[in-house]
């Protein structure tokens, strides 16, 4: 039976092969939700920059910068990391330069796995499809808080374990902690996070509307799938 | 407030600050169960090694030798990884050398911490009421299994935290998950934990009487306490 498990923070990869699996990464507040949002959209590609300066060049190349740290949108770049600036007409058929505080560390730490995906809950019955499709086993990489453990990327992980209870066997107790989480959690996911630490940083940013949104199930059939370094719809 | 944090593996402790806290180390099969049943029979210390040949030296100095590795009771020693061995009058004021797969290397790293404490749930409330006694942060450290998540420790932690409500804030999603998680499987611990990794591994070795026995809740008032890297009866 194919298996999956659960990589609970960047700073456990070490402790994963790759080279034999799926990854699936995963950082609901708010950057695989803003890639998902903006490829639902029509954006051409999103390539992830680990460093900010190394993003921002890309403006010369015509390309759209993305940048966040600390949940804050870079000064000078185009865009922030709210999913509600990517659903713009003048980004449809854009190239958009990427940086963000975990995502793109999770995203440098899969190279080399079979196929990197992007996952949300925007798009959790597409990635589930998607991977329904495939033999390779699973590894779910939560982007976590500055190498922290956090509660909604463990919750999508339980989630899509969920879906796909079917076809993969659980390999550790990460899956299992994840799985019990999500279905602890599942009838009301704003509730059960309200008191999540990345949640209450985003709240004082007043951007609860971003939070409602990256917590909604199944809005876009996207599945982004990085390849030779870059974003782009893999559906 | 006073502050908890939860380290779901030593592979994280970069990641804490420790020299404000006291520090719960918690290995719940076997290490830490078997370091609070041994001071509950009136063993005298216990000296914690990495390294399993420098543990093995010790036998020489007057220690009784205490290993195990990936589950199993290392050759030559002179006791295994099961709370029962520690239960022998036998051992009464006796030292004891002590190496295990994950908990000595969670007690290393811990090193540094205001004190250092052992948690199970053979002396949870014991526990508890010593850290009421204290004013310092508190950092229970899992030690998991070769760096990775384990949900018997994550309990642990969950009911710790869980009884120290009133006087303690979550500092961080990994106390809420394991408190959650705790709230979930508190009614029947064994049937939560069947799946777990480490229990089925140990079942492979036949040794149910062990998990059963470690998941027994308040059997002892002992704290131990490492103090100049050795572990005494802090009570």
Chains 1, 2 share one sequence.
């Not at 999500?182 to 971003?210: C, G, P, T, W």
């Amino acid at each position: 039976m194919r298996k999956v498990d659960v990589c609970l923070s960047p700073d456990l990869m070490h402790l994963y092969t790759i080279h034999d699996r799926t990854i699936v990464i995963v950082d609901i507040l708010r950057a695989t939700s803003c890639i998902t949002t903006a490829l639902a959209f029509g954006i051409r590609s999103i390539t992830p920059f680990a460093l900010l300066e190394d993003c921002r060049s890309m403006k010369s190349q015509g390309y759209f910068t993305s940048g966040e740290r600390d949940g804050k949108k870079v000064d000078g770049f185009d865009l922030g990391n709210s999913p509600f600036e990517y659903m713009d007409e003048n980004l449809r058929d854009q190239k958009i330069a990427f940086t963000t505080t975990n995502g793109t560390i999770a995203i440098a730490k899969s190279i080399g796995a079979k196929e990197i995906v992007i996952g949300s809950f925007l798009n959790l019955s597409a990635v589930a499809n998607h991977l329904r499709q495939r033999n390779d086993h699973i590894l779910i990489v939560c982007a976590g808080w500055k190498g922290r453990f956090n509660l909604e990327d463990t919750l999508f992980a339980g989630a899509l374990i969920d879906s796909l209870k079917d076809v993969v066997e659980q390999e550790c107790d990460a899956p299992q902690a994840a799985q019990h989480l999500y279905n602890q959690a599942k009838h009301n996911l704003i509730d059960f996070l309200k008191d999540a630490s990345h949640v209450k940083r985003l709240a004082n940013l007043n951007i609860f509307e971003d939070i409602k949104f990256c917590l909604t199930m199944d809005k876009y059939d996207v599945v982004p799938v990085v390849k030779e370094g870059v974003i782009q719809s893999g559906v």
